[in-house]
């Protein structure tokens, strides 16, 4: 079992920039692939960015490659993810979440946060 804590979320001018961490309970962190989905009103959830175990690969969707990234720090049990240049088509709540293998569609993911909310304003 993995709980997932996400923060570093909020209200933000177009071309700005926030960190949203995405903090882990359990000694498991490590063995897990860690991702970040978003979710804008009215919406599916749709994949952002994803990060192997030790961090050597990551994945990103089209419309973030860029702009995002995503980092992980295995002994803190925390995943990352540096968002710049940011547009008001960023605005979604921001999930953190854990899987035994990336994928780009949510259904395959195991366990999730709460989401924290980013609004960029035009």
């Known amino acids: 079992q993995v709980q997932l804590v996400e923060s570093g979320g909020g209200l933000v001018q177009a071309g700005g920039s926030l960190r949203l961490s995405c903090a882990a309970s359990?000694?498991?962190?490590?063995?897990?692939?860690m991702g970040w989905f978003r979710q804008a009103p009215g919406k599916e959830r749709e994949f952002v960015a994803s990060?192997?175990?030790?961090?050597?690969?990551?994945y990103y969707a089209d419309s973030v490659k860029g702009r995002f990234t995503i980092s992980r720090d295995n002994a803190k049990n925390t995943v990352y993810l540096q968002m710049n240049s940011l547009k008001p088509e960023d605005t979604a709540v921001y999930y953190c979440a854990a899987a035994r293998i990336t994928h780009s569609q949510a259904k395959f993911w195991d366990y999730w946060g709460q989401g924290t909310q980013v609004t960029v304003s035009s």
């Open positions: 990060i192997t175990l030790s961090g050597a690969t990551t």
């Open positions: 359990g000694r498991t962190f490590s063995t897990y692939t």
